[in-house]
Nanobody, 120 residues
Framework: VQLQASGGGLVQPGGSLRLSCAVSGSIFSIIDMGWYRQAPGQQRELVATLANDDSTNYADSVKGRFTISGDNAKNTVYLQMNSLKPEDTAVYYC???????????????WGQGTQVTVSS
């Protein structure tokens, strides 16, 4: 099982980016998926999560600017980031809680990070 993240890049303040994260491999179910970020010298922090009941959770710092959504058919989660600020600069990591089999408990998996840089 792999989580493949994409969509990072360099954007000016006030700009937008869309991150994608796709789960590949054989799985039984996705419990939740989300995005975390880690800025240099900082701890990794939660950005947004999307559960399989479509409930969402956002960090206060991104509420109203970021939107998390999913495509169940593609086992993919997206993070639409608008009104980006320099303080949003970080490596963004995709995370998913997956159940590989009906007989196994769910575990968390991480994708590789994708760099988001907000700078003029």
């Amino acid at each position: 099982v792999q989580l493949q993240a994409s969509g990072g890049g360099l954007v000016q303040p006030g700009g937008s980016l869309r991150l994608s994260c796709a789960v590949s491999g054989s799985i039984f179910s996705i419990i939740d998926m989300g995005w975390y970020r880690q800025a240099p010298g900082q701890q990794r922090e939660l950005v947004a999560t999307l559960a399989n009941d479509d409930s969402t959770n956002y960090a206060d710092s991104v509420k109203g600017r970021f939107t998390i959504s999913g495509d169940n058919a593609k086992n993919t989660v997206y993070l639409q980031m608008n009104s980006l600020k320099p303080e949003d600069t970080a490596v963004y990591y995709c995370n998913a809680r997956l159940q590989l089999s009906r007989y196994l408990v769910a575990n968390r998996y991480w994708g590789q990070g994708t760099q988001v840089t907000v700078s003029s």
